[in-house]
T-cell receptor, first 111, second 114 residues
Framework: AQTVTQSQPEMSVQEAETVTLSCTYD???????LFWYKQPPSRQMILVIR??????QNATENRFSVNFQKAAKSFSLKISDSQLGDAAMYFC????????FGTGTSLTVIP | EAGVTQSPTHLIKTRGQQVTLRCSPI?????VYWYQQALGLGLQFLLW???????NRGNFPPRFSGRQFPNYSSELNVNALELEDSALYLC?????????????FGPGTRLTVL
């Protein structure tokens, strides 16, 4: 069965610094997609970044980038130049024949 | 453009009762997804509807059911409520029936079962 694991329940980062959130997944599928979603305290989740498994190039969206290691089934999120507005719960998600989310990492940004 | 809306915001029920949660997707979106977000468990996929049809279902008992209407809005029904059904229920919508599509989430309905 597919699973998504986020081993860091909580992380903190100084404003303007870089932080990496970890995510691993388990699957036997060859075609799938990976996502990072952000859930701010207001609760509505928004997409941060997405990665197609067949693409070797790591996705990048402004200050957000991923390190996708397909063989290791690892999909970490790097946030550069952290801002106060980055404080949120971050969920790693896998989409194959179904949708699987990790348990989330709560990120605190310290001014 | 209005986002995904859900009603009600909060709901309190007792064990054994039935509940209906409602979701209106973003205009033009045909796919609707339902998730359960229980404390400490992340999001658990419940149901996926597209064009009025159930496309996929998560590992939940049959007392969790739903439907999608011709206007693409959706209902989630939970029968015979149990204490462990207490959670935030999130609805999401996407433009088309594609696995790589971004899902847009609503604010959720907080269900408390006493």
């Amino acid at each position: 069965a597919q699973t998504v694991t986020q081993s860091q329940p909580e992380m903190s980062v100084q404003e303007a610094e870089t932080v990496t959130l970890s995510c691993t997944y388990d699957t036997s599928e060859s075609d799938y997609y990976l996502f990072w979603y952000k859930q701010p305290p207001s609760r509505q989740m928004i997409l941060v970044i997405r990665q197609e498994a067949y693409k070797q190039q790591n996705a990048t969206e402004n200050r957000f980038s991923v390190n996708f290691q397909k063989a290791a089934k690892s999909f970490s999120l790097k946030i550069s130049d952290s801002q106060l507005g980055d404080a949120a719960m971050y969920f790693c998600a896998y989409t194959g024949n179904q949708f699987y989310f990790g348990t989330g990492t709560s990120l605190t940004v310290i001014p | 453009e209005a986002g995904v809306t859900q009603s009600p915001t909060h709901l309190i029920k007792t064990r054994g009762q039935q509940v209906t949660l409602r979701c209106s997707p973003i205009s033009g979106h045909t796919s609707v997804y339902w998730y359960q977000q229980a404390l400490g468990l992340g999001l658990q996929f419940l149901l996926w509807y597209d064009e009025g049809e159930e496309r996929n279902r998560g590992n939940f008992p049959p007392r969790f059911s739903g439907r999608q209407f011709p206007n693409y809005s959706s209902e989630l029904n939970v029968n015979a409520l149990e204490l462990e059904d207490s959670a935030l229920y999130l609805c999401a919508s996407s433009l088309v029936e594609r696995l790589d599509n971004e899902q847009f989430f609503g604010p959720g309905t907080r269900l408390t079962v006493l």
